[in-house]
């Protein structure tokens, strides 16, 4: 199953999506009056949502009334495996496809994700992104569905996302053998967080020969450092030496 795609699908990286609603239409606040889709009412700031995403032609029909969420949420579901979420903080938004199968593997607007705060969007590359209160997911053809949050999203944001060298994600974050950090594997690369070298991004002929040595679990331990320019080439700091490449 592929994430769900809307025509004219357009937002900014790191930025809750457009749309603000008057008070009046906020779901579930004075809402006003909602108009039948199909067999049930659809209406607030979902009905705007809808209107704004795709209306019929993208959603379908409602399967349901509205209905209260975690948190003080509402959700709506429609025909096309696409639902809409709203919360007071993060607006009305939808989500389906993909992207929704693997929210719900987490445990939905219950767990570390919360409330999706951005419509899915494109990537640079092709591929779809959705952003929520404790996160992201990326979706490509090639690497597959994955969760990015805390210290290891916000270093990948700050290499560029997927436009950078790291390229998509093609793991979950996961604990380290050595059960004292986290990393998560990228297209090109991987970034390793842990309390002694911090959260560093490891990549390129460094990285495989830190691999070949073991990576944290072997002689030059977790990475203390980002590759910088050394000489005619890079190098790399690690808790237990240093790793240098030239050309």
Avoid: C
Wanted: hydrophobic share 30%.
């Amino acid at each position: 199953m592929i994430p769900l795609r809307r025509k004219n699908s357009s937002l900014t990286r790191g930025a809750v999506a457009a749309g603000a609603v008057a008070l009046a239409l906020i779901s579930g606040v004075g809402t006003a009056a909602a108009r039948p889709i199909g067999p049930f009412d659809v209406g607030g700031a979902i009905e705007v949502e809808y209107d704004q995403a795709g209306g019929p032609g993208f959603f379908g029909d409602p399967t349901g009334p509205e209905t209260d969420s975690g948190g003080g949420g509402k959700t709506q579901e429609f025909a096309n495996n696409i639902a809409i979420y709203w919360t007071p903080a993060t607006n009305a938004h939808a989500i389906g496809g993909a992207i929704r199968d693997k929210w719900r593997g987490v445990a939905s607007e219950s767990g570390m994700l919360k409330y999706p705060t951005t419509d899915e969007g494109s990537t640079g590359k092709p591929g779809r992104f959705q952003h929520f209160q404790g996160g992201s997911i990326y979706w490509s053809i090639g690497s597959g569905t994955h969760v990015l949050s805390g210290a290891i999203r916000d270093k990948y944001a700050a290499a560029g996302w997927e436009n950078s060298p790291l390229g998509f994600p093609i793991s979950d974050e996961a604990k380290t053998n050595k059960g004292d950090g986290r990393y998560q594997l990228f297209e090109g690369g991987a970034i390793y967080t842990s309390q002694k070298g911090g959260t560093r991004t490891v990549w390129g002929a460094i990285r495989d020969e830190w691999v070949r040595n073991g990576s944290e679990n072997g002689r030059y331990g977790y990475p203390t450092s980002d590759e910088y320019d050394y000489k005619n080439g890079k190098a790399q700091k690690f808790a237990g030496g240093e790793i240098t490449w030239t050309p």
